[in-house]
């Protein structure tokens, strides 16, 4: 998938980047101006995105005792991601319907497999096994300077979660395991400056989609 099994005229949008970057702002413009165009959309979000999926996301970001190990953290990943395209993406693809992904699985990629250490052929593996493989059709990655989103994210006054709360070091490598994911496939991912007003980002968002808006 998901060009195999959906409906024509189905796509699959991921946001990917790192915190405060604007991925859930985008991803809802991106969704006012895709059903403008008289698409319909489902918006939804990793960890998460289905009740079971919620569930596990809850253990995630506040673990319940001592921290996940770096291989159960994956897995649980892997895990709320099967239950949410089983449930919600793969049933609204085959609908037809456009699906706007705020993270999948290219932030296990990011997260887990680069700055957590455990490699990208072990994230792709559970991956494959979870969720058939499922890729979206593109990857939008909101890129931006460090110090600009850090101001964004202290801005937005939310409590951080137990991943927001790691090192710089980790969040330094989770960008540039991002950027060397976005390098290795020019095609499916479109690099996106996150920095400027939300509108102008949105435009530059709409631009890397002309191929799939025409
Ligand atoms: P969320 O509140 O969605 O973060 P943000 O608002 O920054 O997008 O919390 C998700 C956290 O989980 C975030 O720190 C990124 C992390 N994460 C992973 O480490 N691996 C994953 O596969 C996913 C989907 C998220």
Same mark, same amino acid.
């Given at each position: ?5 959906s409906?024509g005229g ?19 413009l991106?969704?006012?101006a895709?059903?403008? &165009? ?5 918006? =939804? ?9 919620e ?25 709320a991601?099967a #239950?949410?395209?089983a449930?919600?993406i ?17 932030s296990s ?7 957590g250490? /455990?490699? #990208?052929?072990?994230? =792709? ?8 493989? /499922?890729?979206?059709?593109?990857v939008?990655l ?9 101001g964004?994210?202290?801005?937005r006054?939310?409590?951080a979660?137990?991943?927001?709360? &790691?090192?710089?070091?980790?969040? &330094?490598a ?5 950027? =060397? ?8 991912f479109a690099?996106?400056?996150?920095l400027?007003?939300?509108? #102008? ?14």
């Amino acid at each position: 998938m998901s060009g195999a099994d959906s409906k024509g005229g189905a796509r699959f949008i991921a946001f990917e980047g790192g915190e405060g970057a604007g991925k859930s702002t985008q991803a809802r413009l991106l969704a006012e101006a895709l059903r403008a &165009r008289g698409h319909t959309v489902v918006v =939804t979000r990793e960890p998460g995105g289905t009740p079971g999926a919620e569930a596990i996301r809850a253990l995630l970001l506040a673990p319940p005792g001592a921290p996940w190990p770096p291989q159960a953290e994956a897995l649980l990943f892997a895990a709320a991601r099967a #239950d949410h395209v089983a449930h919600l993406i793969r049933p609204a693809l085959a609908r037809g319907d456009w699906v706007i992904c705020d993270r999948f699985v290219d932030s296990s990629r990011a997260y887990q497999g680069g700055a957590g250490g /455990l490699g #990208d052929d072990a994230i =792709t593996a559970l991956h494959a096994f979870g969720s058939g493989g /499922l890729r979206p059709d593109r990857v939008i990655l909101l890129e931006g300077d460090e110090a600009a989103l850090a101001g964004r994210l202290a801005a937005r006054g939310k409590a951080a979660d137990a991943i927001e709360r &790691r090192s710089a070091d980790y969040h &330094r490598a989770v960008a540039a395991a991002f950027r =060397t994911l976005a390098e290795a496939d020019p095609h499916g991912f479109a690099r996106i400056d996150a920095l400027g007003a939300p509108e #102008d980002v949105h435009a530059r968002i709409l631009a890397a989609l002309g191929d799939m808006l025409a």
